[in-house]
C-alpha cells in the first residue's frame, strides 16, 4: 500500500512540475515583447553627428548606438535592436527591416566593429550584402546608392530624457505617454514610421481594444501576467520565444541565420521590402 502511494505521488510529480515550468516561462514571456541586451546607461548619452549623414553616434558608450529619425539603433550580436528611449527595452530589427541610412553609417563609427568588419574600409558602411548573404541583398538591392547631396536632416534629439535618469528612468507604461507629450517630431522614413508604431503597440495596447480569441480551457483565468503586464497573444510570445532561441544559439552562417527569420512569421513591417529610397 504505502508503495503503491509513493509511486502515485511520484507520477503526480512528474505530472505537475513540467506543467509548472511552462507556465512561468509563459509568464515571464506574456507582456515583454522588448529585450534586454545588456545596454545600460544610467544618464542620457551624448550623442554627435555623422558628417554628411542623418544620423547621430555615440562616442562615449562601449557599442555600436545610433539615433537616427526619432529612434535609438543599437548593433550587437549581429543584431540591430530600436527603442524610442535611450536605455530600452529594445526591440528586434529584422536585417531586411533596417533602415537604409542606418545600414549607410560607415564604418568608423561603430565603437565596438565586430570581427566580420575588420579589413572592410573605415570611410564607407558595412559590407551587408556579403555579411547577410544574396537573399538579403536582392532584396535591399540599392540600399548603398544614393545621391549624397540630397541627403534628408537630422531629426531633433529628444533632450527631454536627460532628466530621466537612474531611479527616474520611466517604466514601459509610462514612456510612450512621456514621448507623445515631449517629442513632437514625425519619422520621414517610412520604415522607421512604421517600425515606431509597431513598437509602440507592442509595448502598450489598452485591454479593451484587444481582441481575444480565449481558449475555453483558460476560461475563468486571469489573462494578466502575476507581474501586472498585459495579456499577448500567443503567436507573439512563441515569436519572442523565437527570437530569444536564436539569440542565444551557437554562431550559424549567416546567410543560413538571416533565411532561418525570413521562414519564421514576421510581427513587424510584414512584406515591407522597401525603405524610403529620399537622397538616392
Known amino acids: ?91 528586434y530589427v529584422a536585417p531586411n527591416l ?44 540599392g540600399w548603398d546608392k544614393w545621391n549624397r547631396s540630397s541627403v534628408p536632416a537630422r531629426a531633433p534629439l529628444p533632450t527631454y530624457q536627460r532628466q530621466y535618469g537612474g531611479d527616474r528612468y520611466p517604466r514601459i507604461e509610462q514612456q510612450q505617454d512621456l514621448h507623445r507629450q515631449n517629442y513632437r517630431h514625425q519619422s520621414r522614413d517610412k520604415s522607421v514610421r512604421s517600425y515606431g508604431k509597431q513598437q509602440s503597440e507592442q509595448r502598450y495596447s489598452p485591454p479593451a481594444r484587444e481582441e481575444r480569441h480565449e481558449d475555453p480551457r483558460m476560461k475563468g483565468q486571469n489573462p494578466q501576467t502575476p507581474g501586472g503586464g498585459q495579456y499577448e497573444p500567443r503567436t507573439r510570445v512563441q515569436e519572442q520565444r523565437s527570437q530569444e532561441r536564436e539569440l542565444t544559439h551557437e554562431p550559424r552562417g549567416q546567410e543560413q541565420r538571416y533565411q532561418e527569420r525570413q521562414r519564421e512569421p514576421q510581427g513587424q513591417g510584414h512584406g515591407q521590402k522597401k525603405d524610403d529610397d529620399r537622397g538616392r
Open 1 to 91: 500500500m504505502r508503495k503503491t502511494l509513493l509511486l502515485k505521488a511520484m507520477l503526480l510529480l512528474t505530472l505537475c512540475f513540467p506543467m509548472q515550468s511552462l507556465a512561468a516561462q509563459v509568464s515571464i514571456g506574456i507582456g515583454l515583447p522588448n529585450l534586454s541586451i545588456g545596454i545600460n546607461l544610467p544618464i542620457y548619452p551624448e550623442l554627435v553627428a555623422v558628417p554628411g549623414y542623418p544620423v547621430y553616434y555615440a562616442p562615449q558608450v562601449g557599442g555600436n548606438y545610433f539615433f537616427y529619425d526619432g529612434m535609438y539603433w543599437v548593433y550587437q550580436d549581429d543584431t540591430w535592436y530600436a527603442s524610442n528611449w535611450y536605455n530600452g527595452p529594445w526591440s
Open 98 to 141: 533596417v533602415p537604409v541610412y542606418i545600414l549607410r553609417i560607415p564604418v568608423r563609427y561603430y565603437n565596438r566593429p565586430p570581427a566580420h568588419f575588420h579589413g572592410w574600409r573605415h570611410d564607407a558602411p558595412p559590407r551587408w550584402g556579403q555579411h547577410w548573404g544574396h537573399e538579403w541583398e536582392r532584396q535591399r538591392k
